[in-house]
């Protein structure tokens, strides 16, 4: 069971997203049943996807993933989730071709051994990542090829667990922030430097001809280390603890969840 750490609580009675506000929720996907009119949110296309997974803890995983990120935006949107398009750039980040609500929609997704979060802002651009962390993992390599100078030296004076956090920490708020950008792995993890949530929560990070970034520093659950990254420096972020049951009774105004499923 993955237990999601206090501050991640339960979604509130209204949801509207402003343009300062970043909304990040956490899902424990192996904990939901979802029937099968709920699955019936997801695409043809995902359906497709899911049925050429063959475990099915990680079928279930995935088709639990997609139904609650099209429910999700179904709620933002008042679009029923199976009428979600979602389309995909270069590197495969997602976003919706046809908003027509000023400031736009914006969001990004990620999962890790049954643990999923979505971030949702309006007119920045917004990455998300979670890992579960992973003692065993051999990460020498990984340092060496893509952390910047200064995070080589910062782990390489850490051992054990301290070790492993620090670099799931920087691993996943590296992974937020191409997400966001839309750069995917070949834009380069070595030329983001993170080290300076060693010291706090959040870090401002400028790329691109000035263009700045904010890397918030989450932990939804003591085995996993996440982050989200936002456009601009002004951003309200805010956790919710996502479960079906809290989804599916929440009332979420005019175009609320009853707009999920119709």
Same mark, same amino acid.
């Given at each position: 069971?993955?237990?999601?750490?206090?501050?991640?609580?339960?979604?509130?009675?209204?949801?509207?997203?402003?343009?300062?506000?970043?909304?990040?929720?956490?899902?424990?996907?192996?904990?939901?049943?979802?029937?099968?009119?709920?699955? $019936? /949110? &997801?695409?043809?296309?995902? *359906?497709? %996807?899911?049925?050429? #997974?063959?475990?099915?803890e990680?079928?279930? !995983?995935?088709?639990?993933?997609?139904?609650?990120?099209?429910?999700?935006?179904?709620?933002?949107?008042?679009?029923?989730?199976?009428?979600?398009?979602i389309?995909?750039?270069?590197?495969?980040?997602?976003?919706?071709?046809?908003?027509?609500?000023?400031?736009?929609?914006?969001?990004n997704?990620?999962?890790s051994?049954? $643990? /999923? &979060?979505?971030?949702?802002? *309006?007119? %920045?651009?917004?990455? #998300?990542?979670?890992?579960?962390?992973?003692? !065993?993992l051999?990460?020498?390599?990984?340092?060496?090829?893509?952390?910047?100078?200064?995070?080589?030296?910062?782990?390489?004076?850490?051992?054990?667990?301290?070790?492993?956090?620090?670099?799931?920490?920087?691993?996943?708020?590296?992974e937020?922030?191409?997400?966001?950008?839309?750069?995917?792995?070949?834009?380069?993890?070595?030329?983001?430097?993170?080290?300076?949530?060693?010291?706090?929560?959040?870090?401002?990070?400028?790329?691109?001809?000035?263009h700045?970034?904010?890397?918030?520093?989450?932990?939804?659950?003591?085995?996993?280390?996440?982050?989200?990254?936002?456009?601009?420096?002004?951003?309200?972020?805010?956790?919710?603890?996502?479960?079906?049951?809290?989804?599916?009774?929440?009332?979420?105004g005019?175009?609320?969840?009853?707009?999920?499923?119709?």
């Amino acid at each position: 069971m993955i237990a999601l750490r206090t501050g991640w609580s339960r979604p509130p009675a209204s949801l509207e997203i402003g343009p300062d506000d970043v909304h990040v929720w956490a899902a424990p996907l192996r904990e939901l049943r979802l029937d099968s009119t709920q699955s $019936l /949110a &997801l695409s043809r296309d995902e *359906r497709e %996807r899911a049925a050429r #997974v063959r475990s099915l803890e990680r079928r279930h !995983e995935f088709v639990s993933g997609r139904a609650l990120l099209r429910m999700l935006l179904a709620a933002y949107t008042g679009t029923p989730a199976a009428s979600v398009r979602i389309a995909y750039g270069p590197s495969g980040k997602p976003a919706l071709p046809e908003c027509d609500v000023v400031p736009r929609l914006t969001f990004n997704a990620t999962r890790s051994h049954g $643990l /999923a &979060l979505y971030a949702f802002a *309006r007119g %920045r651009e917004v990455g #998300v990542d979670v890992e579960r962390l992973q003692p !065993e993992l051999p990460c020498d390599e990984i340092v060496k090829q893509y952390f910047c100078p200064t995070e080589r030296t910062r782990l390489a004076m850490l051992v054990g667990s301290r070790r492993t956090r620090m670099f799931f920490d920087y691993w996943s708020a590296k992974e937020a922030l191409l997400k966001a950008r839309g750069d995917g792995l070949p834009g380069g993890l070595d030329d983001i430097d993170v080290h300076r949530l060693d010291e706090t929560d959040e870090a401002v990070i400028a790329q691109r001809m000035s263009h700045v970034w904010t890397v918030r520093r989450l932990e939804p659950s003591p085995q996993y280390a996440a982050a989200v990254a936002v456009e601009g420096t002004d951003a309200n972020i805010r956790c919710w603890d996502l479960t079906l049951g809290g989804l599916l009774s929440s009332t979420w105004g005019a175009r609320g969840v009853a707009a999920v499923l119709r």
